[in-house]
């Protein structure tokens, strides 16, 4: 197989998900060409990603919308005479571009997607002992991320927490207010600093959590996904809810402090042993919701079963990660 596409997805973080495919093809067709078909807003965190030689863009929203759309983008792929198609996301498009095909396995839903990523590898004899989602930062990308922590003051030895309070949908979201009591109590207990990071839209959620923190966080503004990668590498543990830097969290090896209530932590958590899921143990009968016919169909405009999850908890998942040291970063 010389040249390889891999089916990958739109959202951010189903896209880091499915990077766990590169290390086995890798092993198994070492010479080969591997390309990732990927949505816009998650080609940015490929684009550049050493393990894979490029990254190519799917937009079903604009270009390639509709069924002239597809003609589109299967006549594009076509000309670059693909050996191979692994189709991660069960696209009836992956099998029109005139090269071998591997789908996705039929089976039990309730499973992690990586777990199901890889099995349309095993089924052909790929061995996958290991594999993960991983994101592989350059040097210069390590350089800047240190950088900039060194101009806002933070030192190599002082302990630095991730947090993202934001995510795509209210359902997904805790309090902000309880994401302040976490942070101050790391601060004053663990003299800890806070990286506190937001997408472009959750700026202004982001500046009435820093008004409200005793210790004044560093705001992280960017709308560069390997910058944020490169920064959240840095991190001891990264607490926040079901989102896709969260994912990015566990593919750069930085322990997980996750947060869950309307969505399924079996499908769609944190991937990896450094990781942590946070519930609150309320159980109305529909959660979780997401995946579902009608995700957030109550009407509420909120998860009762996330909100449920006390500060008390997520302390003592940040505190098992850091005072124990079980799963400390460099391990």
């Not at 109305?284 to 509420?300: D, E, S, T, V, Y």
Request: proline share 4%.
């Amino acid at each position: 197989m010389k040249k390889i596409l891999v089916f990958s997805f739109s959202f951010i973080g189903d896209a880091v998900l499915s990077t766990a495919v590169i290390q086995p093809l890798r092993k198994h067709f070492p010479d080969a060409h591997i390309t990732f078909l990927v949505g816009p807003r998650a080609f940015d965190i490929l684009a550049t990603e050493p393990n894979i030689d490029a990254a190519t863009v799917y937009d079903n929203r604009d270009e390639h919308a509709g069924w002239k759309g597809r003609l589109r983008l299967i006549k594009t792929l076509r000309r670059d005479k693909f050996d191979l198609v692994v189709n991660l996301r069960d696209s009836l498009t992956a099998r029109c571009i005139g090269a071998k095909h591997w789908g996705m396995v039929r089976g039990e839903s309730n499973r992690h997607a990586v777990t199901r990523y890889l099995e349309v590898l095993q089924r052909h004899g790929v061995d996958t002992t290991g594999a993960h989602p991983h994101l592989q930062l350059t040097e210069d990308e390590q350089t800047l991320a240190h950088c900039f922590l060194t101009e806002a003051g933070i030192t190599s030895e002082r302990l630095l927490i991730g947090i993202h309070l934001g995510g795509n949908w209210e359902y997904k979201l805790w309090d902000v207010e309880k994401y302040a009591s976490v942070a101050n109590a790391v601060c004053k207990e663990q003299n800890a600093a806070i990286l506190l990071f937001a997408g472009p839209n959750e700026w202004e959620l982001q500046a009435q959590i820093a008004k409200v923190m005793a210790v004044p966080p560093i705001l992280i503004q960017t709308e560069n996904l390997r910058h944020l990668a490169a920064l959240i590498s840095t991190c001891d543990v990264y607490i926040g809810n079901d989102t896709g830097p969260m994912h990015i969290a566990a593919a750069v090896d930085t322990p997980v402090v996750a947060l869950f209530g309307s969505t399924n932590h079996i499908r769609s958590g944190p991937y990896g042993e450094k990781q942590t899921i946070v519930q609150s143990g309320i159980d109305l009968g529909c959660n979780p919701c997401h995946p579902g016919r009608h995700p957030g169909g109550c009407g509420a405009g909120s998860c009762e079963v996330i909100a449920g999850i006390t500060v008390e908890q997520v302390l003592a998942a940040v505190e098992h990660h850091i005072i124990h040291g079980v799963y400390s970063k460099g391990n």
